[in-house]
């Protein structure tokens, strides 16, 4: 193990073009299954550490990244945010780090708050909140909430596959249900249908609707992608078991990624359709600051032969950088290759009737738990 001077490899990593910087990578058989193949450190740590094989094949007696999970004491389970670019201004995160392991989660770089790698620790330490339930009880029982959708999926994913141990997921939507407030959930995972009895329940009232992600119909491309999220035709069916089940479903393809699975746009929305959604949506490829260089190394891993392409349109839809954070921007890109998808996107919704209607949830059903120690009411 070797360190290096984070603070001058960090900027020269973070200002110069992707192509410049390749990490360490990890050999196949300790990732095996894994999204990322590098794990460098965080970008607020002094220090960087890297592997290197001082010729005495030290490195084979590592072991493989296993997925380990700290419970954390969370304070606040609400996180407010007021981008004017999304529909939602409160969400919750029962989960941070996320074990599907997509190479191109946005969500990576916020590992490095933790002091730890967007890499192979964003999907392999993962952080779960036991207490979350009980925190969303007091903060909507707190004077003068105000009720609006709670979003929930918009940073890791909710039903990532330690939510069948930890339950905290359902435990949320169970408080949800009881006090009639309303959610949008967005997941990969077709774990969502263990809790159809609380979303169709809900979806009954106006207060439930699901979003998938569906990104290639491709199972090669996906297991690559996207190596431990349901595979494709699984996320069809469970959408189609939401839809049958009465709640409101929407198709998220995203992201969309240039050269390499734009080509499915209508084929997926054909099949999303065919299982019952309503609504459609996409985004176009997102690379913040860790996220470029996790995808550049997939891309160079898996498509060798198309990864300087890809890149090269990635940036044509993002005034000649790797990424634009700037709002309005940053989900549908810009330029000629960006308005030809967005074009193809809605001639596909509109020839199946999807958009037709945009679903608001209700919110005048809500009733705020009594918290601890307050005064009952009397009728």
Sequence with gaps: MSAIDHRQASARRLSQPCDEYVGVRIEPD???????????????????????????????ILPPFKTVVQEEVAKQIITRNESPDISFDRSINPYRGCEHGCSYCFARPTHAYMGLSPGLDFETKLFAKPNAAELLEKELAKPGYEVRTMAMGTNTDPYQPIERRYRITREILEGLDRTSHPVGIVTKSALITRDIDILSRMAERGLAKVALSVTTLDRKLARAMEPRAATPPRRLETLRLLSEAGIPTTVMVAPIIPALNESEIEKILDAAAAAGVKEAGYVILRLPLEVRDISKEFLEREYPDRAKHVMSLVRSMRGGKDYDSEWGKRMTGVGPHAWQIGRRFELAAKRLGLNQKRLRLRTDLFTAPVAKGAQLSLF
């Design 30 to 60: 300790r990732r095996h299954g894994r999204g990322a193949e590098t794990n460098r450190s965080g970008r607020f740590e002094k220090l960087e550490r890297a592997f290197v094989d001082d010729g005495w094949s030290s490195l084979d």
